[in-house]
């Protein structure tokens, strides 16, 4: 078991790479009462393309990683979610874009729930009249998607800004998609990406971290699993344009929402290019529309944004993109706000102090976010599959520099790579 210490954070982390290619990573926090768990597949919902090592390519329906994970939950002799309620514990999974991760939170019985966790979710159980009867249940949750407003100005946004690539794809697909998921799909889908080798398990909480690591070996020795898969991801070409510069829908809503986008211009990057990006550019995004920036003081006095405006920065290897928005009386002139607010700052470029300021609250933030459990647990994953470390953040961020944040700010608010998402309600004429 190989260990690192972070001495300023006054964290440390435990690894083992176990024998059938299962990474765990354990983080004791003693004096915490609350344990989590969280057992993690690298596979989303934008794996639906991927080659098989015999050659073969293949295609499955949107939604299948979604309804994977649903049906991990089914098990021919034991109702899962009650195990983890009778040991104490609650439990929890959910699929983005990107990765598939299966949880629970507990102060007790760490190693019945462990094992549990470990057991439900290598031991998949599937059949044909489960899968037609979870189509419905999906069905339904889809409906609902469809009519959440916030949902729909934010997916309507990644659809105006990506022409090829599946992140414009809802994660629980459609209900045409779905109807073509059947048992035979779902395990060629777990067959080839639930593979421990393609898998991480962190633990973070109170505990021994060497009694909790023989638990986690001794549990996995006692399995057998096939070959490591090599999994061959296929992804389109996404041009560098955006789809479409604005998309508008109906639905009821009070006030009209309004979601602005920066398409990322390149992708590829991973490590610590990839960190120093998404955090370089959460600072321009604090700067330019935090509460404390001019830009947000003037619009809120004037009532054309309320308390929701918010913003955001995603970057993963295959796609990033920059979101602002929230509910506004008139979505248009947001829009031109934003577009000539940006435009401004690029010509005048950053106060010293503002991004001191800046650059101060964001390290703040996290280093607090450290006395939370759930926040790591959240966290820790989605860094180390993009071969970063959660414990990283803060070195990184007091790399960045002025001239790192002006740059990132010209390199990335291109009005070309602009989108607009809004929902408004249909006119009283209408």
């Known amino acids: 078991m190989q260990t690192t210490v972070f001495e300023q954070l006054n964290e440390t982390v435990y ?8 990474a765990v990573y354990l983080v004791p926090k003693q004096g915490f009462s609350k344990t989590y768990a969280v057992f993690t597949t690298r596979y989303g919902s934008i794996d639906s393309h991927f080659r098989l090592k015999n050659g073969e390519e293949v295609h499955v329906p949107d939604g299948i990683a979604h309804f994977l994970e649903h049906k991990m939950f ?3 002799d034991m109702d899962v979610m009650h195990e983890f309620s009778r040991n104490g514990a609650s439990c929890n999974a959910f699929t983005s874009f990107n990765r598939t991760a299966y949880l629970f939170s507990c102060t007790e019985n760490l190693d019945r729930n462990l094992n549990l966790l470990l057991d439900y979710v290598q031991e998949p159980y599937f059949t044909e009249a489960s899968v037609e009867k979870e189509k419905g249940i999906i069905g339904q949750e889809i409906t609902m998607y469809d009519d959440n407003p916030d949902w729909k100005v934010y997916m309507n946004l990644l659809k105006a800004m990506y022409q090829k690539f599946p992140i414009n794809i809802e994660i629980a697909g459609t209900i045409e998609s779905i109807s073509h998921i059947t048992k035979d799909t779902l395990y060629q889908c777990y067959e080839t990406f639930y593979h421990p080798a393609n898998m991480v398990l962190l633990v973070v909480g109170s505990f021994d971290p060497e009694t909790v690591m023989k638990w986690v070996r001794d549990n996995q020795a006692a399995k057998e699993f096939p070959p490591t898969p090599v999994i061959e991801r296929l992804f ?5 344009a955006v789809a479409k510069e604005r998309i508008e829908f109906q639905l009821p809503v009070g006030l009209p929402k309004c979601l602005i986008g920066y398409k990322e211009k390149a992708d590829g990057l991973t490590g610590e290019a990839l960190l120093k990006r998404d955090l370089t550019t959460k600072l321009v995004l604090d700067i330019a529309f935090g509460t404390s920036s001019s830009l947000y003081q003037k619009w809120y006095n004037e009532g054309l944004i309320t308390e929701s405006f918010d913003f955001d920065y995603s970057g993963e290897k295959e796609y990033g993109y920059s979101i602002m928005g ?6 248009d002139k947001l829009v031109a706000q934003i577009k000539e607010g940006i435009r401004q700052l690029q010509q005048a470029g950053i106060n010293q102090e503002d991004f001191e300021r800046a650059k101060r609250k964001k390290i703040g933030l996290f280093l607090r976010s450290l006395n939370s459990v759930e926040f790591i647990a959240n966290q820790f994953t989605s860094y180390k599959f993009n071969g970063n470390e959660l414990f990283s953040v803060v070195p990184t961020l007091e790399s960045i520099t002025r001239e790192d944040v002006e ?4 390199e990335h608010f291109v009005p070309e790579q602009m989108a607009v998402s809004i ?3 249909a006119s009283p004429q209408e």
């Open 15 to 22: 690894e083992e790479k176990l024998p059938n290619g299962l």
């Open 74 to 76: 089914e098990k021919k």
């Open 236 to 240: 389109p070409q996404e041009p560098s």
């Open 326 to 331: 929230g509910d506004t009386p008139d979505p």
């Open 407 to 410: 740059a990132r700010m010209k």
């Open 423 to 425: 929902v408004r309600s």
